[in-house]
């Protein structure tokens, strides 16, 4: 009897699942594996062409990989993915399939039908990409209650038994250290580079039909990201050696001379398979029990690797498929024009879309206190955000930008994910990186010609939405301030901002 293995291209794990159950059952003789290039997939937004690269390189280094350990490897370009299965299974005539569930909804529901449409009998296996795969601290939630992330990370804290004590206690006493990892970067601190990779003969030959594809954004130059595990293995090794130290107390600060500034930027590694999150997290807390790293950046990251991202993977799932065409506030404005080119004087945004277009990289703070808070004061339709971010992040795949971009930046499922709308003035903004000093605009103004448009866009979010927001105990603070504003300002607010997207987000005088 012949097989196959089907691997999807975010799946490139170093032990597959679906490949180890496939081998010990049939044999690495009897195995074919086929990994399928969809045009569709790829064509289905206008993608980030270093994205694209990431992906088809490191799927071809994957298949090669393999090859040289003995399997059968066919990686095929095709229409779509049904086609590309076809193709594969007319040639080699498996009796069976294999495969591992897919992260993303319509990647199950396409596994889901794949026995009826090919008449091959398929064999499914769970996910291992996520430890909520192994332990769900929630495994059945209730419709309609809230679930906050700190009790998730708490349950998988003690499950993974990561910074406890053996009487089961956070190492330090504290669960996090929020409180101290809220700072701006002091001038003068330039934050080390990250490592880069220069590209093979494979990720040459991956730029060059990338750079042909007809549309996309930014550009395929550049491309100096890891394509394989052992370099992938390098980036993390890269972080925790030079970064991680100074993670924690800076990672909510933004500055316009670094974009990573102390982040890892794994992301795009984990989310594809390259990395895989328990040997991550288990590495970083050895730095800490080993003297070589602080507590507050070690907690930090593990709390980004098992706290917020298997929290937004829990929730997709738990949301999906309803969280898709989620709309709270009824926002239906378009995406602004200048999110494809940068083009405009609201400085912050200017910088961090930039970042976006030509890297595919911004880190977490940038994306919500920037362009989601942005988005979600101006009224901008949740679907369209969400594609913009899936276009042009690297990391972005539907599993994580739904909850992310939906629920959290845009309060889109109006309150399951996040417990408040993430929605701030100028000063934060200011508080937090130099972006505001080189900006035409004035971030302490309110209305005004020179007002900041955070500070106008979020005044008028406030009166258009305060019996709403008076509802959420979270948002006392922000209403009550509101207050202090009389009906007379409360008009000049309204109209200017009218007038602000009358004029393509522009203050004119
Ligand atoms: Fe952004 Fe306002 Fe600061 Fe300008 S002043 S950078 S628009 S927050």
């Not at 349950?155 to 669960?175: A, C, E, K, Y």
């Not at 409180?179 to 580079?193: C, D, S, T, V, W």
Request: glycine share 6%; net charge neutral; hydrophobic share 40%.
């Amino acid at each position: 009897m012949k097989a196959t293995v089907w691997i999807l291209g975010d799946q490139l794990l170093k032990q597959h699942p679906a490949l180890s159950l496939a081998e010990a059952e049939i044999g690495r003789d009897r195995l074919g594996i086929v990994l399928v290039e969809s045009q569709a997939r790829a064509r289905r937004l206008p993608y980030q062409r270093k994205k694209l690269v990431l992906l088809f390189s490191a799927m071809r280094h994957f298949a090669a990989q393999l090859r040289e350990i003995g399997y059968r490897v066919d990686i095929l370009p095709a229409k779509d993915m049904f086609s590309g299965l076809q193709q594969h299974i007319s040639d080699w005539q498996p009796e069976q399939i294999y495969y591992m569930a897919a992260s993303e909804y319509n990647g199950r529901q396409l596994q889901n039908q794949l026995e009826t449409r090919l008449g091959i009998p398929v064999k499914l296996v769970p996910n291992t990409q996520f430890l909520t795969g192994g332990f769900n601290p929630i495994p059945q939630p209730q419709a309609g209650k809230r679930y906050v992330l700190e009790n998730f990370y708490r349950s998988m804290r003690v499950h993974f038994n990561l910074l406890m004590t053996p009487d089961g206690d956070p190492i330090g006493g504290q669960w996090n250290y929020d409180a101290q990892n809220r700072r701006p970067l002091p001038k003068g601190i330039q934050p080390p580079e990250r490592i880069r990779f220069k590209p093979d003969a494979v990720t040459l030959q991956v730029m060059k039909e990338v750079a042909d594809l007809d549309s996309g954004v930014g550009t395929v130059q550049g491309f100096d990201l890891a394509v394989t595990h052992q370099d992938a293995w390098l980036a993390f090794i890269d972080f925790i050696d030079h970064r991680l130290g100074d993670f924690g107390p800076y990672e909510d600060a933004m500055s316009s001379h670094s974009d990573a500034l102390f982040h890892s930027v794994l992301s795009p590694y984990l989310n594809i398979g390259l990395l895989e999150p328990l040997s991550l997290v288990q590495h970083t807390e050895a730095r800490f029990r080993d003297g070589q790293a602080p507590l507050q950046s070690v907690e930090a990251f593990i709390r980004q690797v098992i706290g917020w991202r298997e929290f937004v993977y829990w929730q997709y799932w738990r949301q999906m498929p309803g969280l898709k065409s989620a709309n709270f506030w009824n926002s239906q404005r378009p995406l602004p024009d200048f999110f494809w080119d940068a083009n405009t004087e609201v400085n912050c945004l200017h910088l961090v879309i930039k970042r976006a277009l030509n890297s595919g990289y911004t880190h977490h703070i940038e994306r919500l206190m920037v362009v989601s808070n942005f988005c979600l004061l101006a009224g901008i339709n949740p679907q369209q955000v969400n594609d913009w971010f899936t276009a042009c992040y690297i990391d972005a795949y539907e599993w994580v930008m739904l909850p992310n971009v939906l629920g959290m930046g845009l309060f889109a499922d109006g309150g399951i994910t996040a417990t408040k709308p993430y929605i701030a003035s100028a000063n934060y903004i200011n508080r937090m990186s130099d972006y505001c000093a080189a900006c035409k605009y004035a971030p302490k103004v309110r209305h005004g010609q020179d007002a900041c448009p955070f500070n106008l866009l979020y005044w008028n979010f406030l009166i258009q939405h305060e019996t709403l927001l008076r509802k959420n105990p979270r948002m006392g603070p922000n209403v009550l301030n509101l207050g202090r504003i009389g009906a007379e300002e409360r008009g000049l607010i309204q109209k200017q901002a009218e007038k602000f997207f009358a004029d393509n987000y522009r203050t004119a005088a």
